[in-house]
């Protein structure tokens, strides 16, 4: 490779990643690793055997390999990276260093865990009731971060379990603030930890919780072997523990469902997808009518949106059009989740050709929650090609959403 020219047209994308790994001096090991994948991931997609990468394992491929543009991995065009990322949050240094931070006190006495228990809560309502959720969880999280490691260290026994569970699941907030944010590094570590202390903690319902963002993880990073072994191997655990258990751990044994069909629609099993979309349904129609779980969602509302994104990501222009229409106006007691499902909404209408539906849900998803759309890679990619190449008549618009999120076209 010593002859590459990495402005050849013609490089693959395995090749490119396979030059700018060398020049760095970087073994696949220490690539893989950054990225949450193997060493043997690596080789496949330098050797061109992993044909299709999604937009999030390309943007942390070409941060784990301090690349600025990922046109220097894709070819074309430029594409910066903090186009598709967008800024690291003003609170990510803060949070990066609660999670990081190898000591707690040893002299301050540990928050009574029914209060610790009681802030994850607010939490959580503060999360779905703000429009910049992110703005708020970075206020929170360096605390909450701190005071239940130190709850973990100082308790013992049945109050040591308490305190790994809200530890694992203070972890799963965290998640949520690291997504689509500069530091994926940062989010397997919170991820692999999240796992630790559940395990840990006996806790069914952390568990649960933290096998669900691990499946995402894995996922969001295009590896959906990982994401699927992970999902069942949870499913499998929890089996015959969710028939007769309350309303939250049944509502996470839901959500893991729909997970598997999020993945099989992500690597193009339509059949299978909709078929565990429609398990996910039948477990949604047991819970109350009103029943939100603060973490997944899942509840029967969400169910809407969910077949919006399986739809979307299965290529099923029609349905998607079908659906779309069908939950645009979906009543999600949260602003962030509302905000997400709106920019499915838009890659529906993408998908289905219509641009003018497309923006408009965009800039529906910017009055929800105006720091979901700034952050979400799909989204800033959307606005970013409607205000350079979409019909004439729509591209003023999309500037204008453009400069509201802080995009340079």
Not at 135 to 160: F, Q, S, W
Not at 257 to 283: L, M, P
Not at 371 to 397: H, K, S
Request: aromatic letters at 6%; glycine letters at 8%.
């Amino acid at each position: 490779m010593r002859d590459v020219d990495p402005a050849d047209p013609e490089l693959s994308v395995g090749q490119r990643v396979q030059y700018f790994r060398r020049r760095r001096g970087m073994s696949r090991e220490i690539l893989g690793g950054l990225v949450g994948k193997s060493a043997r991931w690596v080789k496949a997609v330098e050797r061109g055997e992993v044909r299709e990468l999604k937009l999030p394992t390309v943007l942390s491929l070409a941060e784990a390999l301090r690349l600025r543009d990922i046109a220097q991995l894709t070819g074309g065009r430029p594409l910066p990276v903090g186009m598709f990322r967008g800024p690291g949050h003003p609170a990510l240094p803060a949070v990066r260093d609660a999670i990081n931070a190898v000591s707690v006190s040893m002299t301050d006495p540990p928050s009574p865990l029914d209060h610790l228990e009681a802030r994850l809560s607010a939490a959580w309502r503060a999360r779905h009731a703000a429009p910049d959720h992110r703005t708020v969880l970075g206020t929170l999280l360096p605390d909450l971060i701190k005071d239940a490691k130190n709850a973990v260290r100082a308790y013992e026994g049945a109050e040591r379990r308490h305190a790994l569970s809200l530890l694992a699941r203070v972890y799963n907030l965290a998640q949520f603030f690291l997504a689509y944010q500069p530091s994926p590094d940062l989010l397997w570590r919170v991820v692999e930890r999240s796992i630790m202390a559940a395990e840990e903690s006996g806790d069914a319902r952390a568990f649960a919780g933290a096998v669900w963002l691990a499946a995402q993880a894995h996922r969001d990073a295009g590896d959906f072997d990982a994401a699927e072994a992970v999902n069942r191997e949870g499913l499998e655990l929890l089996k015959g523990r969710a028939d007769d258990a309350g309303d939250e751990l049944r509502a996470l044994w839901g959500a893991l469902h729909h997970e598997v069909a999020y993945t099989a629609a992500c690597s193009g099993q339509r059949g299978t997808a909709w078929r565990w979309w429609e398990k996910a349904q039948k477990i949604a129609e047991s819970l109350p009518p009103d029943y939100y779980e603060p973490m997944t969602s899942f509840s029967r509302v969400i169910m809407g949106p969910h077949a919006v994104t399986v739809a979307v990501e299965g290529r099923q222009g029609g349905e998607a059009r079908r659906q779309a229409a069908r939950t645009a106006a979906a009543a999600i007691p949260s602003h962030p989740r509302r905000g997400r499902h709106l920019i499915e909404v838009a890659r529906a209408w993408r998908l289905a050709g219509d641009e003018e539906a497309a923006l408009h849900s965009l800039d529906n998803a910017y009055a929800a929650a105006p720091e979901t759309i700034r952050y979400n890679g799909y989204a800033r990619r959307m606005v970013t090609e409607l205000a350079q190449d979409g019909p004439p008549t729509l591209r003023q618009d999309a500037h204008d959403l453009a400069d509201r999120i802080g995009l340079l076209v």
